[in-house]
């Protein structure tokens, strides 16, 4: 190769024979400096430059790459398949492969760190392999990888971080390791085809929503020696053991004897499956079976204190304040219930028609929102009352995009016809 000028950075130095450059790459180039002519510091004329262009496969491969103080800062390669060679980094930086087109990457074991964002949006990406040295995978580092079908998770992982593989739509199993403590916020919502769960024992830090929308998980396993949660009696669930709180549920899961709350998101999105809920339960998160669609039926044990669900209604019903909380397309509202929940059937595809009796005074916020194929609200009332609700009021029940075709309708309690 023939150069005809070089600058040369201050933190280079220029020998009586020779000068060796030797760059972030690791690659050093000898160039003989017999017939050089140095004008000044920075530049150098040459006149007849010759470089040892020993340089094997790998080290052109890493010109894929731009490394900083051992930080691989950004892929600027073609490559599908990436192979980061060993000896180089440590951590991979935020954004480094973001919305690429690579389509596989193994990651050595130098790398400890991946940074949020780091193959964030990369749609080509099918499957992951890290080395053993990785302890720590960031916040959105795998996000919207929608291919994603493999991930080889590092066995000294200790920590997932929020929305770490978020809608990665393909991903079908994930294997933690048992070094893993902690697992972040939302860290695998929405991994729509993800089949089967195992908490490992040393896991402290699971949130109610980390699993969230994954609605093919058919299994739910935590480690009987995990010491903050357990899934017990089988009941393919994760429960919180120091408060007994249910924060994660499969479609095959079971309420077991002995949990106390239902948290945020819990059975969210679940469709065709019984709910049954025990007599210890006390809490139930307004949100706990949220977009649940297609609810073969809903029941609460007859000695629960709290919660009911009276005259076999298919519904939970707030027995203090006779508020029906959650409903699903086979519920029948029975009369005396004061109020309905906010959400209480939101996204009931199933639902085509309802009853509300006479005894209710409030219905919550869009408490029909996404009902799309309801097609009639009967609302019982006395006929001085008829039509008792205020002009505009009616947008509080449901959606009108979402429930394009459902009409309002007053029934007379006393003559039971539609007025």
């Not at 920075?42 to 430059?49: A, F, K, Q, S, T």
């Not at 731009?66 to 398949?81: F, M």
């Not at 997932?160 to 893993?180: H, Q, T, V």
């Not at 075709?405 to 029934?411: F, G, H, S, T």
Request: net charge negative.
């Amino acid at each position: 190769t023939n150069v005809v000028s070089l600058l040369i950075p201050d933190e280079y130095t220029i020998t009586d024979d020779i000068f060796v450059i030797k760059d972030f790459l690791n690659i050093t180039y000898e160039i003989e400096t017999d017939e050089i002519e140095i004008e000044d510091k920075n530049e150098v004329e040459l006149e007849d430059l010759v470089i040892d262009k020993s340089i094997d496969n790998e080290q052109e491969y890493i010109r894929n790459f731009i490394i900083e103080d051992k930080k691989l800062k950004e892929y600027v390669g073609y490559t599908e398949n990436v192979i980061i060679p060993e000896g180089l980094v440590t951590e991979i930086s935020s954004g480094a492969f973001k919305n690429s087109n690579i389509v596989s990457v193994t990651i050595p074991q130098d790398i400890k760190i991946i940074r949020n964002r780091c193959f964030e949006g990369c749609g080509k990406l099918k499957e992951v392999v890290m080395g053993d040295g990785v302890k720590t995978i960031g916040s959105y580092a795998f996000t919207g990888c929608d291919e994603l079908k493999r991930v080889k998770l590092s066995n000294k992982l200790t920590s997932i971080g929020d929305y770490a593989f978020s809608r990665c739509k393909n991903l079908i199993e994930i294997d933690f390791p048992l070094s893993l403590e902690k697992i972040g916020d939302y860290a695998f919502s929405r991994c729509s085809s993800l089949r089967n769960i195992f908490i490992p024992e040393n896991v402290s830090s699971i949130d109610s929503y980390t699993f969230r929308d994954c609605t093919a998980v058919s299994k739910v396993l935590v480690d009987k020696n995990n010491i903050y949660y357990d899934s017990r009696d089988n009941c393919n669930a994760i429960i919180e053991k120091d408060n007994d709180k249910l924060i994660f549920a499969c479609k095959n899961a079971t309420i077991p004897e002995g949990v106390k709350s239902i948290g945020e998101y819990a059975f969210a999105s679940l469709t065709e499956f019984n709910i049954v809920i025990p007599a210890s339960v006390t809490n139930i998160s307004s949100e706990a079976f949220f977009e649940c669609d297609k609810i073969s039926s809903i029941s609460v044990d007859f000695n629960n204190k709290v919660y009911d669900s009276r005259e076999n209604c298919n519904g939970i019903i707030e027995t203090e304040t006779n508020t029906l909380l959650f409903g699903c397309s086979k519920t029948i509202i029975p009369d005396g219930i004061a109020a309905i929940e906010r959400h209480a059937f939101y996204k009931c595809d199933d639902l085509k028609s309802i009853t509300i009796p006479a005894s209710v005074k409030r219905v919550g916020a869009n408490a029909f929102e996404s009902c799309k194929n309801l097609k009639e609200i009967i609302i019982c009332c006395k006929r001085k009352a008829f039509r008792f609700i205020p002009p505009g009021y009616q947008e509080y029940f449901y959606d009108k995009n979402s429930c394009p075709n459902v009409v309002l309708r007053w029934k007379d309690v006393d003559t039971n016809k539609i007025l």
